[in-house]
């Protein structure tokens, strides 16, 4: 199992500006998670990180928008970037276990955002 | 490609009701299938899976079997409790989508005392 803390918890920002999430695990992962989880609706994935070389995104996802860092195997951030009240949702970062065909999920407890 | 169906939402119950969540996905090959559970103001966590076909995944009351025949993994608790209020997510995962979770919308369930 994983423990994965994440913060801020929530915030409320200014349009235009910058909000960087930080994501601590508790063990050493290859690969993080981050994903948006816009009101009443399901988990989008904006991107993997992984150690030592740049994300990736997924479609609809630029890293200009949402850069990322992965400095080491326990630790990542997601920036959102010159937002907009579009951007308000909650951002999650996740892990997922060892073990091909069984791997679970682990879920910080996600950044609610509003941008106003 | 994969993919994941969940019943939409949101299921309202009275406490004690009988539960059903139906959950149907498309996949290639033989995925491993979830259930997370998300509670008001928290992250998502793992509820119950199901790595093989015929397994039953089990907890907190709850049950999910995974069928291959008619690849469904359908969520079922028999007395459901106010505490059980939540957003309930079936996902996928195998090796066709490198073992990243393909996400079902999410059923909002609301149990009224």
């Known amino acids: 199992s994983a423990v994965i803390s994440q913060k801020p918890s929530r915030d409320i920002c200014q349009r235009g500006t910058s909000l960087t999430i930080q994501c601590q695990v508790d063990s050493q992962v290859t690969m993080m998670f981050w994903y948006r989880q816009q009101p009443g609706q399901s988990l989008t994935l904006i991107a993997t990180a992984n150690q030592g070389s740049e994300a990736t995104y997924e479609s609809g996802f630029v890293i200009d928008k949402f850069p990322i860092s992965r400095p080491n195997l326990t630790f990542s951030t997601l920036t959102v970037s010159n937002m907009s009240p579009e951007d308000s949702s909650i951002y999650l970062c996740?892990?997922?276990?060892?073990?091909?065909?069984?791997?679970?999920?682990?879920f910080g407890q996600g950044t609610r955002l509003t941008v106003v | 490609g994969n993919s994941v169906t969940q019943m939409e939402g949101p299921v309202t119950l009275s406490e004690e009701a009988f539960l059903t969540i139906n959950c149907t996905y498309t996949a290639t090959g033989y995925p491993s299938l979830f259930w997370y559970v998300q509670y008001p103001g928290e992250g998502l966590q793992l509820l119950l899976k199901a790595t093989k076909a015929d397994d039953k995944g089990s907890n907190k009351g709850f049950e999910a079997t995974y069928r291959k025949e008619t690849t469904s993994f359908h969520l079922e608790k028999g007395s459901v409790q106010v505490s059980d209020s939540a957003v309930y997510f079936c996902?996928?995962?195998?090796?066709?989508?490198?073992?990243?979770?393909?996400w079902g919308a999410g059923t909002k369930l609301i149990i009224k005392p």
């Open positions: 996902a996928l995962s195998d090796m066709d989508s490198n073992y990243q979770l393909i």
């Open positions: 996740s892990v997922e276990g060892l073990g091909k065909g069984h791997t679970e999920a682990f």
